[in-house]
């Protein structure tokens, strides 16, 4: 019974190698590569022309129960409180999961926010793609709107630097929301003064 334990674990560990070699393969993409950014320290670029509406990568990562994700979401956003770093790299994929692309193998969990997208991730079934809006030019930051809700806006400053930057990280719907809040804040802190 020993060896047979000892088999099913090499068994699986090498399933799971072969689980990730695969995803490994699918998030590969000839048309970006990672480099610095002025925006949050790592961003990814066009290397190849990329045309409108064109899926040039797909957001990888670990399928994970809705209870998992927010367990490490918690702990991914802790950890962005102490270093400063990225904070959560999962995307909602159904009601029972999600999918978690804090892994090293995805170099799309580096595409970074703007205010002024020039692509955006689109669910196809149980996969996260990233498309072009619009051509995107060899040398041009990929960045997508990463959505966020406005209820802790003040925890996510943005550093897109786009003509249209709100300040903050979060979704258009909710852009006129945040200038509302932002307004009541500033004339609170008038009659303050």
Request: with cysteine.
């Amino acid at each position: 019974m020993g060896k047979s334990k000892k088999k099913d674990r090499k068994h699986s560990k090498e399933e799971e190698e072969r689980r990730i070699e695969k995803l490994r393969r699918r998030g590969e993409s000839d048309f970006v590569e990672v480099r610095g950014s002025v925006i949050h320290g790592q961003g990814v670029y066009c290397i190849e022309p990329i045309e409108k509406e064109q899926y040039f990568i797909e957001y990888v990562g670990n399928r994970v129960s809705k209870e998992e994700s927010e367990k490490r979401a918690l702990k991914q956003f802790e950890e962005h409180e102490k270093s400063g770093a990225a904070a959560v790299y999962i995307f909602n994929l159904t009601k029972k999961w999600d999918l978690d692309g804090n892994v090293e193998w995805n170099p799309a969990r580096l595409i970074n926010h703007s205010c002024d997208p020039n692509s955006e991730a689109i669910q196809d079934g149980k996969r996260i793609f990233i498309q072009a809006l619009r051509d995107i030019e060899v040398d041009e930051e990929i960045t997508f709107d990463y959505g966020f809700d406005v209820d802790c806006y003040e925890d996510h400053p943005c550093r897109c630097g786009s003509s249209n930057c709100i300040g903050y990280i979060v979704g258009r719907d909710y852009h006129d929301d945040l200038a509302d809040r932002l307004a009541a804040k500033a004339e609170e802190t008038s009659v303050v003064s």
